[in-house]
């Protein structure tokens, strides 16, 4: 699941919305476009069609400020377009309109935006990833030991269901990994991965 990309779409208002969804999910390693960063990077909206076009899902944050949105509406348009499958997210489901009007998706709480990031986990893990008959998508975690003068890498496997890590999100309790070369250890949240601490190892001693 390293080569995915997902692409963001949403109304001019919800920019900060839509980074807030996703900020855990990009823990993961697939690549995430959110429409108004690129264009803060210098790009026009109009040159993301090819961002589209190479998705592998497109997510659209339709809210009643953003259901209007030509912009939105027309990424998701050029997305059904190019047959890329397209999620929405919404905050009622009359929002939901057009090329996505039927489309299942995730209610957007809020005021439990932990709840809407699991759910949207959820629904991306599942497309993603293939779903054998008895599997769990292989998802995984990598990232640099950040203890100074540690080298390490850590690399936590998402082997359980989301059944599994709701529950342990439920009773506080995290994921935990830690680093083979010092042994320092890193807890996330089981329901959105996001990042809790880390409690420092030691580096080995020189011989």
């Known amino acids: 699941m390293i080569d995915e990309t997902v692409y963001v779409t949403h109304g001019p208002a919800d920019l900060s919305l839509a980074q807030d969804l996703f900020s855990t999910i990009r823990n993961f390693p697939f690549t995430v476009h959110v429409a108004m960063e690129e264009l803060e990077s210098g790009r026009s909206r109009s040159e993301l069609g090819g961002r ?17 949105d030509a912009w939105l509406n027309q990424e998701v348009g050029y ?49 993603l990833a293939p779903l054998g008959a008895l599997s769990v998508p292989n998802w995984f975690l990598r990232f640099p030991c950040s203890l100074e003068g540690c080298d390490g890498t850590v690399t936590i496997d998402v082997e359980r269901s989301q059944k599994e890590l709701w529950r342990m999100h439920e009773h506080n309790q995290p994921v935990r990994q830690d680093c083979e070369t010092c042994n320092s250890s890193y807890f996330f949240d089981a329901g959105t991965f996001g990042f809790l601490h880390r409690e420092d190892g030691a580096l080995p001693e020189d011989d």
Do not use: Q, W
């Not at 299942?104 to 809020?110: A, D, H, N, W, Y």
């Open 52 to 68: 589209i076009a190479n998705a592998d899902m497109v997510v659209a944050v339709v809210t009643e400020e953003g259901t209007t």
């Open 79 to 127: 997305a059904v377009a190019k047959g890329v499958p397209v999620l929405p997210v919404y905050d009622t489901p009359e929002h939901r309109s057009g090329y996505v009007a039927d489309t299942e998706g995730v209610e957007l709480k809020r005021d439990e935006l932990t709840v809407t990031a699991f759910n949207l986990i959820c629904r991306l893990r599942a497309a």
